[in-house]
């Protein structure tokens, strides 16, 4: 079974898997050299070594080249101080350049062989013109690579609705899917500035206590279904997932309403739903009377086959006209009876 180990290239991003390629005694919080696609880079181990099934990794790993040295991190330190003034070259020459785009980020690598530039714009641009400026002010190979709004706000960061510090730029890692119908399960308001982040988008949090939300209204009456109440059957008009409560509309005489406030009732089996087998089962159990013999699923099926002969036969015989069989039976058998008499000649 292959061996893997998790590499994150910066704090609070994504984990790649790489092959220890025999160095499995990596610890959590060491700094190894590894093969990407953009060359060997420096990471932070974030996984240590595990042994895994061959169906949870995809393709060939890239190996672990060796553990970091003291020459590498003092390598790696020097090109982190060369970002901001790189960031600020990158800016200036995208706006001599008329572009419309909005840098954000510049990364190098570990060694100062490539540089990737992190961007974000609203439609497809054209950046050759740039890539070539920056190759020669920056001195490496440069990659422009566009970026969306939630990356936006995990590069610069920042402090959300809650007072906290952002969780994409805290311990959040990866983005996953968030819908309006999330804020919609925990009634929350739909209006875009009350569940919008930084970013513009839908907030992240949303997503956490959703799972939560939508077993809990499982157990819940829907909204304008009845309930009993201590005043009277009424509609119920409003859940509360966290107090376990429901609000329900009573109408009482003369027309007074009232808004009633109880816990969730216990579940009840609604028997409207209920297959028409079932109703035939009963009934032939009834007719049944003092058998001995349980009632089968033969018996069942036979008489739900009876019911529906029946039903037939009814509809049949209401379509049919006043006197229709008996009358057409008569005179069909009438005119078989009645004999051919030879036709005269005409003189």
Not at 5 to 32: C, H, M, N, Q, S
Not at 45 to 58: C, F, K, Q
Not at 316 to 326: C, L, Q, T, V
Request: glycine content about 8%.
């Amino acid at each position: 079974m292959p061996v893997i180990v998790g590499v994150a290239f910066r704090p609070v991003t994504k984990i790649y898997y790489f092959d220890p390629a025999g160095i499995e005694d990596l610890a959590a919080g060491e700094y190894v050299v590894v093969e990407t696609s953009r060359g060997r880079t420096l990471g932070e181990v974030a996984l240590p070594p595990r042994t895994v099934g061959a169906d949870e990794i995809s393709g060939t790993l890239k190996p672990v080249v060796r553990r970091a040295m003291a020459w590498d991190m003092v390598q790696n330190d020097q090109m982190l101080h060369r970002e901001p003034e790189a960031l600020a070259i990158c800016k200036q020459r995208a706006a001599a350049l008329r572009m419309d785009i909005k840098v954000i980020k510049v990364e190098f690598g570990f060694d100062g062989a490539s540089a990737v530039v992190y961007f974000t714009a609203e439609q497809r641009v054209d950046f050759r013109n740039l890539v070539h400026d920056l190759s020669q002010a920056l001195h490496t190979r440069v990659e422009m690579r566009q970026v969306g709004v939630r990356d936006e706000a995990k590069f610069i960061g920042g402090f959300g609705k809650c007072g906290r510090e952002l969780c994409c730029t805290s311990w959040l890692r990866e983005f996953t899917p968030v819908s309006i119908k999330m804020a919609k399960a925990q009634d929350l308001p739909l209006n875009a500035p009350e569940v919008s982040g930084l970013c513009g988008r839908l907030l992240c949090c949303l997503s956490y206590e959703n799972d939560f939300y939508t077993e809990a209204r499982k157990q819940m009456p829907r909204l304008n279904s009845l309930v009993e109440t201590p005043q009277g059957v009424g509609k119920v008009k409003q859940v509360h997932v966290l107090a376990n409560s429901i609000s329900v509309l009573v109408e009482g005489p003369n027309d007074v309403r009232q808004m009633v406030n109880m816990p969730v009732p216990e579940p009840q089996v609604d028997l409207r739903g209920w297959p028409r087998k079932l109703e035939i089962a009963v009934a032939a159990d009834m007719l049944e009377g003092l058998a001995e013999a349980p009632l089968t699923v033969e018996d069942v099926d036979a008489a739900e086959a009876a019911s529906e002969d029946d039903a037939a036969a009814d509809v049949d015989e209401a379509a049919r006209p006043a006197g229709g069989r008996e009358a057409a039976g008569e005179e069909g058998s009438a005119s078989r009876r009645r004999p051919r008499g030879r036709r005269r000649k005409r003189a």
